[in-house]
């Protein structure tokens, strides 16, 4: 079976702050990578996705890929009290299928 | 601008009946996904399909039916409703297989 790993946390951070989510694969031919985030009673909706080894930064969200050591992490910089939710890492391999984690809650404080 | 959208939204239903939960697109996307969400165990993937009249079976198939006639409909229908069924399905769509998947609003069924 090929998981996809997540803390399921919660992860609580204070308002300004840096959180950070981490998501281990075990797929080593997995090919893309994906970052959803659902709240309570909603469906997931996409926030980043990223292909190559490296950082992709989009506004206050930053994913990190490191293929060699099968993790990929969201770093969401200046934390809201409206970040807060479940974030859903996915990871596709060959083919269609995405695999997706079971979530990371993460509950930012005012 | 519809996007992706799922009926019905909440469902109650007895053991032993027909379900069918219906997902309709508006991008002319060619993947449609069916997945369920339970509590420890995520998303997980029960059928999906690649274009009209193709479908395939993801990771938890049993107890459900899919069809796909027109490229903007992808219903699933439980033939015999189990409790294990209860949970929220979501349909997603996407372009082509290696693109983005948008996901639907969900449907609640809780089978009793």
């Known amino acids: 079976q090929k998981e996809v790993e997540q803390n399921s946390g919660p992860l609580s951070v204070p308002e300004g702050a840096i959180a950070s989510l981490n998501c281990t694969y075990s797929d080593r031919g997995s090919q893309s990578f994906f970052w959803y985030r659902q709240y309570s009673g909603k469906s997931p909706e996409l926030i980043m996705f990223i292909y190559s080894n490296g950082d992709k930064e989009d506004g206050r969200f930053t994913a990190q890929l490191n293929k060699a050591s099968q993790y990929v992490s969201l770093l969401i910089r200046d934390s809201q009290p409206s970040d807060s939710a479940t974030y859903l890492c996915?990871?596709?391999?060959?083919?269609?299928?995405?695999?997706f984690g079971k979530g990371t809650s993460l509950l930012v404080t005012p | 601008d519809a996007g992706i959208t799922q009926s019905p939204r909440y469902k109650i239903t007895e053991t032993g009946r027909q379900v069918t939960l219906m997902c309709h697109q508006t991008?002319?996307?060619?993947?449609m996904f069916w997945y369920r969400q339970d509590l420890g165990h995520g998303l997980r993937l029960i059928y999906y399909s690649a274009a009209a009249d193709i479908t395939d079976k993801g990771e938890v198939p049993d107890g459900y039916v899919v069809s796909r006639s027109k490229t903007e409909n992808f219903p699933l229908t439980l033939e015999s409703a189990t409790r294990s069924q209860t949970s929220v399905y979501f349909c997603?769509?996407?372009?082509?297989?290696?693109?983005?998947?948008?996901f639907g609003p969900g449907t609640r069924l809780l089978v009793l």
């Open positions: 997603a769509s996407s372009q082509t297989s290696m693109e983005t998947q948008y």
């Open positions: 996915a990871v596709r391999m060959a083919g269609y299928a995405l695999n």
């Open positions: 991008w002319s996307h060619s993947y």
